[in-house]
């Protein structure tokens, strides 16, 4: 089992801006992808953003233009930079990679909260 390491969440009122950031043990290796999902109480948990070991990203249809993920290879990190942020954004938000060959192995974070206030 891989622990991710999070931070950067917290309060900040709407329209503000957070960055977060997902670091993975050095051990691990062949990285493809990394994502960011959320979770909000009550509700099931949906993939935010993602990005390929290529640096193709994709987006939910609702952080489209506001959050943008990236990463660096050479530190096993992702970030997630979120701006114009909404009441709605607020949830607990967990990092996500997918690593290994010939076998894909997971690993998550341990979820970091981000409240919007409005």
């Known amino acids: 089992q891989v622990q991710l390491v999070e931070s950067g969440g917290g309060l900040v009122q709407a329209g503000g801006s957070l960055r977060l950031s997902c670091s993975a043990p050095?051990?691990?290796?062949?990285?493809?992808?990394m994502d960011w999902y959320r979770q909000a109480p009550g509700k099931q948990r949906e993939l935010v953003a993602s990005?390929?070991?290529?640096?193709?990203?994709d987006y939910a249809d609702s952080v489209k233009g506001r959050l943008t993920i990236s990463r660096d290879n050479a530190k096993n990190t992702v970030y997630l930079q979120m701006n114009s942020l909404k009441a709605e954004d607020t949830s607990v938000y967990y990092c996500?990679?997918?690593?290994?060959?010939?076998?894909?192995?997971?690993?998550w974070g341990q979820g970091t909260q981000v409240t919007v206030s409005s």
């Open positions: 996500h990679v997918v690593w290994g060959l010939p076998v894909k192995r997971h690993g």
């Open positions: 050095g051990r691990i290796f062949s990285i493809s992808t």
């Open positions: 990005i390929k070991s290529g640096d193709s990203t």
